[in-house]
């Protein structure tokens, strides 16, 4: 009897690890019985661009709500629901595989669920891998590595564990690559921004939070010269004030991040009350809309955290 | 560097596998470098008390809040946060393992959890204990087979899996035990109701749902002989009536369970729309007070899911 079909995907403005995650997930599930199929809630962005030309793989079917195409999900890399497909609420979630803190998720029923605080989805997926005996393919092998070096910034991210160390070694292995080489080739094809415009850099890699009844979006770039990318400044500030009102977001976040450095800087608009609760989280100021985060690259470990608990 | 210590508990009103669980979980991860104890919160029932008088194996401490004690707790059998400690919100949850759905669950950051759809928490566990390579010890194998005997009334719970199967097959071996007449003995000891009043009966094994605003109690005995039960009929009603009062229940549910013959008797009290809901929801009448619902042994799986549907 074949299974019905299920979705696997990852979060909106997908980021390498949530399109690897999908895939590396969905391929275990088939050799373990499941009927399954990889999509992608987003395009990809530079750096995935530049890992699936790399690896020559094809990118997954992109979609932004099931419409009644299957009835059971399998989530990677996100839980929380405004992450998720539009019509999340319709579809029932089977299984998750994630990195994330669990919030705004719940079940009518029980699930499948394994979440492990390491830097990246698909170490988990790695250590699944083996204890169901399942060979990782070369090509997926390099398509993981490159997801691993992109959430931990090549293992430099506060983030990183040793798992994810492990992971990523095993993986380079299988893959043929220099993953120190290979990876500082990827982060910085992914810091190529001067082909976007401001409006697809606050986009490209944000997530949106429920914080005690404050909406806040926080998104992250990563570059090589943060000077370089605040010359367009004016710009950015335009598109977070316009997207804040649209969206109404009491807070907007753009993080900054120098990946050569692992500093931060961060654009901050929004209430006066949330720039405040801002500044006492992260312990800085906010002057001329900008705030110095010195030692910052990880929006989940080092910004949602400590937000999440002054809202 | 000894680690800072945490709490490992299962649910409020625990049964058998929500206390086992708990010294199962601690034993394994203090064998990994983790330092906890497993506490209660609530005293054994007459069922569980059986079980550690039968491998002499010592009862936790029970409590109902952390007090400060710690800082981080590891949540076996619950997510719930109403079914958990007093003062689970001023706690860190570092680790879940589990087998209901998920649910009034939230942390500011990432963490461990493991859910897996199986009749039992402590059928979860047997296979960590595998993957990490540690050995169940004899008394402890006992412990865990009678919960899985317990949770899936001796594998004919709609609960049951293939590997809640396999798991009661191996540590009934570990034990040294028939577990077919040794599972008897001890559901029938769970069933010792006479010596109970009928306060302590609606409390001894009862959950709180919140159902899109309900409040919804879901109480269960087993039984052998559902009419000797029903004797005390009046008795039950008075009381659940007074709880609504005192609680604010919106639907209070005893599910009467016959575990030979797997079929209950509902006592459903509560508002108007609640009990349409649940005639509804459970495709039966309440008449007298009084539902048959015949096949239905399993709260999570056969009351909670149509219940949290229809509400």
Redesign the interface.
């Known amino acids: 009897m074949t299974k019905e079909k299920e979705l696997v995907f990852g979060h909106k403005n997908p980021d390498t690890d949530a399109v690897v995650a999908a895939i590396s997930y969905s391929y275990l599930q088939n050799k373990l019985g499941f009927n399954t199929e990889a999509v992608a809630l987003g395009e990809p962005n530079e750096e995935t661009k530049y890992v699936f030309d790399k690896f020559d793989a094809k990118y997954p079917r992109v979609i932004s709500a099931a419409n009644g195409e299957v009835k059971s999900v399998m989530l990677v890399d996100h839980n929380e629901k405004q992450q998720s497909l539009d019509d999340i609420d319709d579809l029932t979630v089977t299984h998750v595989v994630d990195?994330?803190?669990?919030?705004?998720?719940?079940?009518?029923?029980?699930?499948?669920?394994?979440?492990?605080?390491v830097g990246c989805t698909s170490t988990i997926l790695w250590e699944m891998y083996a204890?169901e005996d399942v060979e990782v393919p070369s090509e997926l092998a390099g398509l993981m590595a490159s997801a691993i070096i992109s959430d931990t910034l090549l293992l430099k991210s506060p983030t990183t564990t040793d798992e994810d160390k492990a992971a990523l070694k095993s993986l380079a292995e299988t893959a043929g690559i220099d993953y120190e080489s290979y990876g500082l080739d990827m982060l910085k094809a992914g810091t190529n921004l001067d082909s976007k415009s401001t409006k697809e850099l606050i986009d490209m890699d944000a997530k949106s939070f429920d914080m005690n009844g404050n909406s806040v979006r926080i998104a992250q770039v990563n570059t090589v010269d943060i000077a370089d990318t605040l010359k367009r400044e004016s710009e950015f500030t335009a598109d977070i004030k316009a997207e804040n009102e649209k969206e109404g977001y009491n807070l907007f976040i753009l993080l900054i991040t120098n990946i050569l450095t692992s500093d931060t800087k961060g654009l901050v608009l929004g209430d006066e009350n949330a720039i405040s609760t801002f500044e006492k989280s992260l312990n800085t100021k906010v002057e001329d809309n900008k705030a110095s985060l010195p030692g910052v690259v990880s929006r989940?470990?080092q910004v949602?955290?400590p937000l999440?608990?002054n809202f």
């Open positions: 990195h994330h803190r669990i919030a705004n998720f719940e079940t009518a029923n029980p699930l499948f669920y394994r979440a492990q605080p204890e989940k470990k949602v955290p999440n608990e």
